[in-house]
């Protein structure tokens, strides 16, 4: 009987190590997954003003009021339609390799715009990772540009680390 009760024991510690061990890889697993979704957002942001307006086409009612019109909007790179209360602006046309995104707007006016955000910077062709950057955005100049009104120039202050050693940039946006 001694024999039997060892054996018992023997068996009930191997299943407590079997669930330990798939506890673990399921908690690595996981963690993994979340990891790689963080590191994905990046390349999955829409860069453009065009591809916002096609994602509030699909998910907005239209029920703007013409006060509403009136407000300036931003026009990506300086092409199409002003978009109002963007969340994402290009700031290197040339390269795409700088964005603000997330933007969350803390005043928006006909004379000017207040917000935060986060300015993203791509590795660009040596395959660095990205680097973002926390910023306060101000939108001001409004003009009348091909038709509509739209703000000329953004500026960037960022509130730690800055991807170029400047505090402070202005921006022509129009």
Known sequence: MTDRTVARWAGWRSVVAILVGVAVLVTGGVWLES?????????????????????????????????????????????????????????????????????????????????????????????????SFQAKLRLYGPKEVDGSVAFTALEVVYTGATPSGEHREVLPIA
Do not use: F
Request: charged residues 25%; contains cysteine.
């Open 35 to 131: 990891a790689t979704d963080r590191a994905s957002m990046v390349d999955e942001a829409p860069k453009t003003a065009a591809a916002q307006r096609s994602g509030a086409e699909g998910s907005q009612v239209e029920a703007e009021d013409s006060a509403a019109r009136e407000l300036p909007g931003v026009r990506d790179c300086g092409m199409g339609e002003p978009v109002q209360e963007p969340t994402i602006i290009t700031l290197d046309c040339s390269t795409s390799g700088r964005v603000a995104s997330g933007i969350r707007w803390d005043a928006y006016t006909e004379d000017g715009a207040n917000g935060s955000g986060v300015v993203q910077v791509s590795g660009g062709a040596s395959g660095a990772a990205a680097k």
